[in-house]
């Protein structure tokens, strides 16, 4: 476990996502949850040391299965964007474990089985504030990388969590993307209104602004060919020859390369489907 400030932890040692705890007089606030229970168990029992209050509060930073799968072994309410709980009301009660091929983290584990989902019990639209100590907490809508993205900013502390907004040496989710305002959020992270704060990446943790300035080329390169392949009105398998390109500049271990061409392959298909087909059929 990383301690950013006395009261501000993360932890990367689990599988799926970064997790991150801020240790309030009222309670702990987790963010994200690991997908594996026996993981989510683990955690909480990692932080039981911590001196906090009696209540807890698990925020979802998006609906990224990595992320949310593991969310009811967390045993509290769950808090999110409005858009994951209309995500959830369109999913069965269970998760089932097999037949997936997103390219997801979850789906290189094998001890999931079938699991229930722990659907967000709060949720918000635009902005929210949570105040269980001195200093606020602020939560605010940012749907560039996934439509139910939000980003946990303290602002006293100069820390911000933005989820999958920006991610760390590997290739980014596609499929529920609005490649546009994904661009506009990185210039925001990029603006002199984070002048000073630590980025923390729903994957990989701590960024350096190396890594911000790499994922805003990688994102508008991504846009400007997929805006090029649906001028010359290919189909979404086109997409298929932006992978390497994609990938390129990102640094992992070769035995990493399948599985993250796989996330490009079925990400920007969806992408693409979404964006421009289902537009084009919309018209026709």
């Given at each position: 476990m ?28 987790y963010?994200?949850a ?61 998760f ?15 001890s ?66 609005d ?13 002199d ?8 990446s ?17 994102i ?27 990938l ?36 026709d």
């Amino acid at each position: 476990m990383q301690s950013l400030k006395e009261n501000i932890h993360i932890e990367n040692k689990y599988a799926g996502v970064t997790l991150g705890a801020i240790n309030l007089p009222r309670g702990l606030i987790y963010i994200d949850a690991p997908p594996i229970p026996e993981d989510g168990r683990s955690w909480r029992a990692d932080l039981l040391d911590l001196e906090s209050g009696y209540d807890r509060l698990l925020i979802s930073l998006d609906t990224n299965v990595d992320r949310t799968i593991g969310a009811r072994a967390m045993d509290c309410p769950v808090l999110a964007h409005e858009n994951a709980a209309i995500f959830f009301r369109s999913r069965p009660s269970i998760f089932k474990a097999q037949g997936h091929t997103t390219g997801a983290e979850w789906e290189a584990l094998p001890s999931l089985g079938n699991i229930r989902w722990a659907p967000p019990e709060i949720t918000f639209t635009k902005k929210m504030s949570i105040q269980w100590g001195e200093t606020p907490i602020i939560l605010e809508h940012h749907s560039g990388s996934n439509k139910g993205a939000i980003w946990l900013i303290l602002p006293e502390e100069k820390i911000v969590f933005v989820g999958d907004t920006v991610i760390k040496n590997q290739p980014p989710f596609f499929s529920n993307a609005d490649l546009p305002r994904w661009i506009e959020d990185l210039n925001l992270l990029a603006s002199d209104a984070y002048k000073g704060y630590t980025i923390i990446s729903g994957r990989g943790g701590v960024c350096a602004g190396s890594t911000l300035d790499k994922q805003h080329k990688l994102i508008k390169n991504a846009y400007k060919k997929i805006d090029a392949l649906a001028e010359k009105k290919a189909g979404p398998e086109a997409t298929e020859k932006l992978i390497s390109a994609l990938l390129s500049p990102l640094r992992f271990l070769a035995s990493e390369r399948d599985f993250y061409t796989q996330r490009l392959r079925y990400g920007l298909a969806e992408y693409y489907t979404r964006h421009y087909t289902s537009k084009k059929t919309d018209e026709d």
